[in-house]
């Protein structure tokens, strides 16, 4: 078997990358495939507790790292979903603990056994940031409506492209489609329109978000929940179906054709090449 | 006929049309990758070289990057001074006019 390793990332912190990593992870591990979580912010360990696991870990990432322990002594199995397992972070050292050479290896090792592997990624663009997108077959910027963190996607999808990699995708995670529709708020056409990256998914704001996290229980399989449908929505894209987004999300009709072919012509009013980092 | 002011309609300025000038301003910088810093720098060369031959504004000059249709540009916007005193310009003449 080999998977593929999908590195979550940001740039900005607390935008959404820990609950969409746990979402998808279950979503994806309940549609039957195989799936391993590794959480990559050392030192701010997090999607432990978000996929209320955290009582039974004993060894962590950098343990495996630094040889004192085996990969399996160190993952932590899912007792509802056992196709789904996580590897900790661990919360005493910090982000320089692991190389990209380190997380390489482990990452591949998991690769070997599971249809996909997560990678949580710290916040910031440091070397953590650096570590998680090395390894990754595939990339999602996680983003909210606002100017703040589509700045910091913006900065996150011009150094994906510094270092090589195939460009990301998007989720607009926290749209709150009243303030949409008073026009208080930046719509997926518009977010899509400023990054000029495909679209993987739209989460709405949901207070069930907040409560499953809380709880420990990722909410993507809850069947009544609007935020747990576009969790499984996404999921799903993620092993190749094509799957209409919700339209309770969208401003207007035929938004996701009109993407796709925005994003190819890269027809957007900022479509001069981004600053190519160290390469100029 | 006179025009009723859109609050007697409860409609409201969406802030939308501000976040994304601001936005599309931030981002053209970053992308850009010229600093703030710099671009004080050229407006106030701009200003000098400028007031040179015409009185300008030095309040009302504005220098921005600005992008449309894939294309960034440097734009300054100057503002000359309402009333311009008769700057002669800094030009020799060619020769001097003589009367035979
Ligand atoms: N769609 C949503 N609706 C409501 N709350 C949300 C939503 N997405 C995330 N949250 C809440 O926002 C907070 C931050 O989310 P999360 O921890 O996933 O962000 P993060 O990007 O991983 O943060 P960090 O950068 O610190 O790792 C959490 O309390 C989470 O429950
Ligand atoms: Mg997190």
Request: hydrophobic share 45%; glycine share 8%; aromatic share 4%.
């Amino acid at each position: 078997m080999s998977g593929k390793i999908i590195t979550v990332t940001s740039g900005k912190g607390g935008v959404g990358k820990t609950t969409v990593t746990a979402n998808l992870a279950v979503a994806l591990a309940s549609m039957g495939h195989s799936v391993a979580a590794i959480d990559t912010d050392i030192g701010l360990r997090n999607l432990d507790i978000v996929m209320g696991l955290e009582s039974r870990i004993v060894y962590d990432l950098v343990d495996v790292a630094e040889g004192r322990c085996h990969l399996s002594q160190a993952l932590i199995k899912d007792r509802q979903l056992p196709s789904l397992c996580l590897l900790p972070a661990s919360q005493t050292s910090n982000k320089t603990a692991i190389s990209p050479h380190e997380l390489g290896l482990i990452a591949a090792e998991l690769r070997a056994s599971n249809d996909f592997v997560f990678i949580d990624s710290p916040a910031g663009i440091e070397q953590g940031f650096q570590n998680a997108i090395s390894t990754a077959d595939q990339i999602i910027i996680v983003t909210t409506p606002e100017v703040t963190a589509v700045r910091s996607a913006d900065r996150v999808i011009g150094l994906i492209e510094t270092s090589g990699k195939k460009p990301g995708q998007l989720i607009i995670n926290r749209i709150r489609p009243a303030m949409v529709r008073q026009g208080d708020m930046l719509n997926t056409y518009d977010v899509i329109e400023f990054l000029a990256i495909d679209l993987l998914g739209v989460i709405p704001d949901d207070e069930a978000i907040i409560i499953a996290a809380n709880k420990g229980k990722p909410m993507s399989g809850d069947p009544t929940s609007l935020a747990g449908h576009a969790f499984r929505n996404i999921a799903q894209r993620l092993t190749g179906e094509t799957v209409p987004f919700l339209p309770i999300l969208e401003e207007r009709a035929g938004l996701w054709s009109r993407v796709r072919a925005a994003a190819r012509r890269g027809l957007n009013s900022l479509s001069h090449p981004r600053k190519m980092g160290s390469r100029s | 006929m006179m025009e009723l002011p859109g609050w007697m309609f409860g409609r409201r300025k969406s802030s939308k049309a501000i976040t994304k000038e601001r936005l599309k301003l931030v981002l053209v910088n970053d992308r850009a990758a010229i600093p703030p810093e710099l671009l004080i720098v050229i407006r106030n060369e701009i200003i000098r070289i400028v007031s040179r031959h015409i009185t300008v504004d030095r309040d009302k000059v504005d220098v921005r990057l600005s992008s449309s249709a894939g294309e960034t540009r440097l734009i300054a916007t100057i503002s000359l001074a309402s009333r311009q005193s008769a700057q002669p310009p800094v030009m020799k003449p060619l020769a001097e006019k003589k009367e035979f």
